[in-house]
């Protein structure tokens, strides 16, 4: 679960920057500013990550700041779940990744299953809309909502792309190691009950 520490941080960032997107007077801007700086520190300061790289991801943001949305594939064959091996930490999620501008999020699904596992689905069901920071994944600066669609396979053959290097199936009593910022073990066992139980509702946070 998100840390306190972090929950400020991040809210301070999304006054700051909804402030100056807004704000007219000089001496306002300068105060948003500053408190964009200070949840940069705070960041900074609990990660170890150099407080201007998270200046720089910080300023890079402009407008109102809403949640980033993060979309995920749930493919089945053979009573398994279709995982791909991330490269960047050679370990496994449900493929999928950042909605793209211009792009349903069922358009989405088709695009990243395409590109990181070499299959053509057909989206058939929203499955979760959930809310990244009440499940155990790893510390972010930024607020995001995960979407998982479940999808059936129309064609395509496995391969690995780009950002990935292993397409496989699992079963939920022998997953791999995972790649816990894109997805946790409590995920996908839940999407495994869809698998037994196609009518369960759609669950959301």
């Not at 089945?76 to 909605?99: A, H, Q």
């Not at 699904?109 to 057909?122: D, L, N, Q, R, T």
């Not at 607020?143 to 397409?167: D, L």
Request: charged residues 25%; glycine residues 6%; hydrophobic residues 35%.
């Amino acid at each position: 679960m998100s840390q306190k520490w972090l929950e400020w941080a991040k809210r301070i960032q999304a006054l700051s920057q909804s402030g100056l997107a807004f704000s007219k007077d000089i001496y306002d801007i300068e105060r948003y500013e500053e408190l964009r700086a200070i949840s940069a520190e705070i960041i900074a300061g609990h990660t170890g990550i150099e407080f201007q790289k998270v200046q720089d991801l910080f300023t890079n943001e402009t407008g109102y700041q809403t949640p980033k949305v993060d979309v995920r594939g749930v493919v089945f064959k053979d009573n398994k779940i279709l995982m791909v091996c991330e490269s960047i930490d050679n370990k496994w999620s449900l493929p999928g990744g950042f909605c793209d501008i211009g792009l349903s999020a069922s358009e989405n699904i088709v695009k990243e299953i395409k590109e990181e596992s070499g299959y053509e689905v057909k989206p058939i069901k929203l499955l979760a809309l959930l809310d990244k920071n009440k499940h155990p994944h790893p510390p972010e600066a930024y607020h995001y909502y995960k979407i998982f669609i479940r999808c059936e396979i129309i064609g395509g053959t496995p391969a690995s792309g780009v950002e990935t290097s292993n397409v496989q199936f699992f079963s939920p009593t022998n997953l791999p190691p995972l790649s816990t910022n894109r997805n946790t073990e409590s995920q996908i066992i839940t999407m495994f009950e869809y698998l037994h139980n196609p009518d369960k509702d759609t669950i959301y946070d």
